[in-house]
Protein backbone atom coordinates (compact mmCIF):
# COMPACT_ATOMS: atom_id res chain seq x y z
CA UNK A 1 0.00 0.00 0.00
CA UNK A 2 1.48 3.47 -0.90
CA UNK A 3 2.54 5.32 1.87
CA UNK A 4 2.43 9.35 1.84
CA UNK A 5 6.01 11.03 2.45
CA UNK A 6 6.40 13.94 5.06
CA UNK A 7 6.14 17.46 2.71
CA UNK A 8 5.53 15.55 -0.51
CA UNK A 9 2.49 14.37 -2.44
CA UNK A 10 4.34 11.10 -4.26
CA UNK A 11 3.71 7.74 -2.65
CA UNK A 12 5.92 5.28 -2.33
CA UNK A 13 5.66 2.29 -1.44
CA UNK A 14 7.64 -0.47 0.30
CA UNK A 15 8.62 -2.57 -2.94
CA UNK A 16 10.41 0.92 -4.26
CA UNK A 17 12.36 0.88 -1.35
CA UNK A 18 13.03 -2.06 -1.29
CA UNK A 19 14.40 -1.95 -4.97
CA UNK A 20 16.59 0.60 -3.88
CA UNK A 21 18.32 -2.04 -0.80
CA UNK A 22 19.00 -4.45 -3.91
CA UNK A 23 20.44 -2.15 -6.21
CA UNK A 24 22.55 -1.13 -3.05
CA UNK A 25 23.60 -4.68 -2.50
CA UNK A 26 23.67 -5.82 -5.76
CA UNK A 27 26.01 -3.09 -6.24
CA UNK A 28 28.49 -3.89 -3.46
CA UNK A 29 28.13 -7.51 -4.25
CA UNK A 30 29.72 -6.70 -7.60
CA UNK A 31 31.99 -4.98 -7.26
CA UNK A 32 33.60 -7.31 -4.65
CA UNK A 33 32.83 -10.33 -7.52
CA UNK A 34 35.36 -8.23 -9.95
CA UNK A 35 37.79 -7.90 -7.17
CA UNK A 36 37.81 -11.92 -6.40
CA UNK A 37 37.77 -12.29 -9.77
CA UNK A 38 40.82 -9.79 -10.60
CA UNK A 39 42.70 -11.22 -8.27
CA UNK A 40 41.83 -13.82 -5.96
CA UNK A 41 41.41 -12.55 -2.94
CA UNK A 42 37.65 -11.70 -1.11
CA UNK A 43 37.18 -7.78 -0.75
CA UNK A 44 37.97 -7.75 2.77
CA UNK A 45 41.38 -9.25 2.61
CA UNK A 46 42.43 -6.68 -0.21
CA UNK A 47 40.81 -3.78 2.11
CA UNK A 48 43.37 -5.53 5.22
CA UNK A 49 46.05 -5.63 2.90
CA UNK A 50 45.98 -1.88 1.64
CA UNK A 51 45.70 -0.98 5.31
CA UNK A 52 49.03 -2.81 5.97
CA UNK A 53 50.53 -1.31 2.79
CA UNK A 54 49.12 2.47 3.89
CA UNK A 55 50.49 2.15 7.41
CA UNK A 56 53.60 -0.09 7.60
CA UNK A 57 53.99 -1.80 11.06
CA UNK A 58 50.44 -1.76 12.16
CA UNK A 59 49.21 -4.00 14.72
CA UNK A 60 45.89 -6.08 14.17
CA UNK A 61 44.17 -4.66 16.70
CA UNK A 62 44.62 -0.83 14.77
CA UNK A 63 44.00 -2.58 11.65
CA UNK A 64 40.81 -4.13 13.20
CA UNK A 65 39.81 -0.05 14.29
CA UNK A 66 41.27 1.47 11.02
CA UNK A 67 38.70 -1.43 9.03
CA UNK A 68 36.05 -1.28 12.33
CA UNK A 69 35.95 -5.01 12.81
CA UNK A 70 36.31 -6.84 15.60
CA UNK A 71 39.52 -7.74 16.24
CA UNK A 72 38.98 -11.41 16.10
CA UNK A 73 38.03 -10.89 12.01
CA UNK A 74 41.38 -8.69 11.49
CA UNK A 75 43.19 -12.08 13.10
CA UNK A 76 41.67 -14.58 10.66
CA UNK A 77 42.06 -11.81 7.77
CA UNK A 78 45.83 -11.47 8.63
CA UNK A 79 46.42 -15.10 8.89
CA UNK A 80 45.27 -15.65 5.60
CA UNK A 81 47.48 -12.86 4.35
CA UNK A 82 50.09 -14.32 6.13
CA UNK A 83 49.22 -17.93 4.82
CA UNK A 84 49.41 -16.81 1.12
CA UNK A 85 52.37 -14.88 1.69
CA UNK A 86 50.92 -11.43 1.04
CA UNK A 87 52.47 -9.84 4.44
CA UNK A 88 55.14 -10.60 6.87
CA UNK A 89 55.05 -10.27 10.16
CA UNK A 90 57.79 -8.87 12.68
CA UNK A 91 58.05 -8.63 16.88
CA UNK A 92 57.83 -4.79 17.88
CA UNK A 93 61.71 -3.59 19.00
CA UNK A 94 59.98 -2.32 22.37
CA UNK A 95 57.83 -4.85 23.58
CA UNK A 96 58.57 -8.14 21.72
CA UNK A 97 54.83 -9.22 22.21
CA UNK A 98 53.71 -6.87 19.55
CA UNK A 99 53.54 -7.64 16.26
CA UNK A 100 54.33 -5.11 13.92
CA UNK A 101 52.68 -6.07 9.26
CA UNK A 102 54.25 -5.54 6.42
CA UNK A 103 53.10 -6.17 2.75
CA UNK A 104 55.29 -8.66 0.98
CA UNK A 105 56.76 -7.70 -2.97
CA UNK A 106 53.50 -10.32 -3.64
CA UNK A 107 51.17 -8.66 -1.55
CA UNK A 108 51.94 -5.39 -3.31
CA UNK A 109 51.99 -6.75 -6.83
CA UNK A 110 48.51 -8.08 -6.44
CA UNK A 111 47.10 -4.75 -4.82
CA UNK A 112 48.50 -3.23 -8.21
CA UNK A 113 46.04 -5.71 -10.20
CA UNK A 114 43.12 -4.90 -7.78
CA UNK A 115 40.23 -2.37 -8.51
CA UNK A 116 39.58 -0.38 -5.64
CA UNK A 117 38.01 1.23 -4.24
CA UNK A 118 39.72 -1.32 -1.77
CA UNK A 119 37.71 -0.43 1.18
CA UNK A 120 34.24 -1.11 -1.36
CA UNK A 121 32.24 1.09 -3.46
CA UNK A 122 29.91 1.37 0.05
CA UNK A 123 31.89 3.24 2.10
CA UNK A 124 33.53 5.34 -0.57
CA UNK A 125 29.85 6.21 -1.32
CA UNK A 126 28.79 7.34 2.08
CA UNK A 127 32.08 9.40 2.53
CA UNK A 128 30.85 11.77 -0.58
CA UNK A 129 27.43 12.42 0.74
CA UNK A 130 26.89 15.74 2.38
CA UNK A 131 27.10 15.50 6.15
CA UNK A 132 23.22 15.99 6.63
CA UNK A 133 22.27 13.29 4.63
CA UNK A 134 24.59 10.86 6.09
CA UNK A 135 23.07 11.62 9.50
CA UNK A 136 19.37 11.46 8.15
CA UNK A 137 20.96 8.21 6.98
CA UNK A 138 22.17 6.99 10.17
CA UNK A 139 18.94 7.72 12.08
CA UNK A 140 16.75 6.30 9.62
CA UNK A 141 18.73 3.06 9.22
CA UNK A 142 18.97 3.07 13.48
CA UNK A 143 15.29 3.02 12.92
CA UNK A 144 15.18 -0.23 10.76
CA UNK A 145 17.74 -1.79 12.52
CA UNK A 146 15.58 -1.27 15.38
CA UNK A 147 12.13 -2.35 13.83
CA UNK A 148 14.64 -5.85 12.09
CA UNK A 149 15.24 -6.28 16.02
CA UNK A 150 18.90 -7.03 14.38
CA UNK A 151 22.15 -7.77 16.42
CA UNK A 152 24.13 -4.39 16.13
CA UNK A 153 27.19 -6.86 16.49
CA UNK A 154 27.17 -7.55 13.02
CA UNK A 155 27.87 -4.29 12.01
CA UNK A 156 31.77 -5.71 12.57
CA UNK A 157 31.70 -8.00 9.91
CA UNK A 158 32.89 -6.63 6.32
CA UNK A 159 30.43 -6.07 3.87
CA UNK A 160 32.77 -8.28 1.80
CA UNK A 161 32.06 -11.50 4.06
CA UNK A 162 28.25 -11.10 4.13
Not at 79 to 106: A, C, F, W, Y
Amino acid sequence: MPRELENNDDPITTAQVLRRFRVVFNAVRSHFQQVEKQVGLGGAQVWALSVIRDNPGIGVSVLAKNMDIHQSTASNLVKTLQRKELIHMSKGLEDRRNVQLHVSPVGLALLGQAPGPFEGVLPEALDRLPPKTLVRLDSDLGQLIQLLKADEQAGGIPLAEL
